[in-house]
């Protein structure tokens, strides 16, 4: 058995059967990098933001949702989908257009809920009342990138929102039937593994409902890549990255939804570090670290919650 609360067992819990998240791109921008905010975006991001492309091939989200469920069918014999929503900031734009995506998604046969990527200063109460409303028919989770929850680490890596700020969205988002997401990024630059537990502790003093756990890695065509390149930043090893999720685990709530142990880099933009493509070996490598230290997901969370 796993020794952490995953996503896939959530889901069929839910529904009765084997359900994937099929990625959209919906086009969507970021304040990040349109100039409200920096147009240099955060130093891991390059141009395609985390996306497939496809709004760029001119496929239109029910064509996307179409492509993922005929893949995604066949490699794991999935009977229900979630659209999630996933390239840059999904919440970015008027509430009139993300009403449209939003709907035309969950008119899709066999999709049964949202995922809502996006930032924590790209919500405000109308978006959360539309998405509130889907709530209230469909299972919808919103996934704010926070990355960090050190403010001096969050300015480096031109983040462009603080701490406070994710606090607020999560504050906005509680009680209105909207499951609550976050992202963090393991080994970012100068972090040390007190800063990475610390972004575990505050989010688990939050009460939000799952986390995706990433890997720093280096990706073509980012600032990241010239720090790189010039000497200035050094990669995790697959060791030290598998201890780190296991210490991380250890002091979340046993009931939060573990999303994600590690990322997908695209083979084609990855620069470092390569071991990240190696998903199945670094997962099963993460279990048996867990079953070595007879640990497992909340071991120290109500030691950790009176600090």
Request: charged share 25%; net charge positive.
């Amino acid at each position: 058995m796993k020794r952490y609360n995953d996503l896939n067992t959530y889901l069929r819990e839910i529904f009765g059967c084997r359900v994937q998240k099929i990625s959209i791109d919906a086009g969507l921008n970021c304040p990040n990098r349109d100039g409200t905010i920096s147009n240099g975006g955060c130093v891991y991001c390059n141009e395609r933001g985390s996306g497939t492309g496809s709004f760029r091939l001119g496929l239109s989200i029910t064509e996307q949702l179409a492509r993922g469920k005929n893949f995604l069918s066949k490699r794991y014999k999935a009977k229900k989908f979630m659209a999630y929503f996933q390239s840059f900031s999904n919440t970015y734009a008027p509430i009139d257009r993300l009403k449209a995506f939003y709907d035309e998604a969950l008119s899709v046969e066999d999709i049964v809920g949202l995922s809502i990527g996006t930032r924590p200063d790209c919500v405000d109460k109308p978006i959360l009342s539309l998405l509130e409303n889907y709530a209230k028919t469909y299972l919808v989770w919103i996934e704010y990138g926070l990355q960090s929850a050190n403010d001096h680490t969050l300015k480096m890596i031109n983040r462009g929102h603080d701490f406070n700020c994710f606090k607020h969205a999560v504050e906005l988002t509680k009680g209105r039937g909207i499951r609550i997401c976050a992202h963090v990024i393991l080994g970012l630059p100068g972090e040390t593994r007190t800063d990475m537990l610390r972004s575990a502790k505050m989010l688990a003093s939050l009460g939000i409902d799952g986390v995706k756990i990433h890997l720093l890695y280096v990706v073509k065509g980012t600032k990241m890549e010239t720090l790189y390149r010039q000497g200035h930043y050094q990669c995790l090893t697959k060791e030290e990255y598998v201890e780190l999720v296991c210490d991380f685990l250890e002091v979340l709530p046993e009931n939060m939804i573990i999303q994600r142990l590690t990322g997908d880099p695209h083979p084609e933009e990855l620069l470092a570090p390569l071991w990240a493509l190696e998903k199945s070996e670094n997962l099963l490598m993460i279990q048996n670290a867990l079953e070595r230290r007879d640990t497992r997901q909340g071991k120290f969370f109500k030691e950790e919650r009176l600090i």
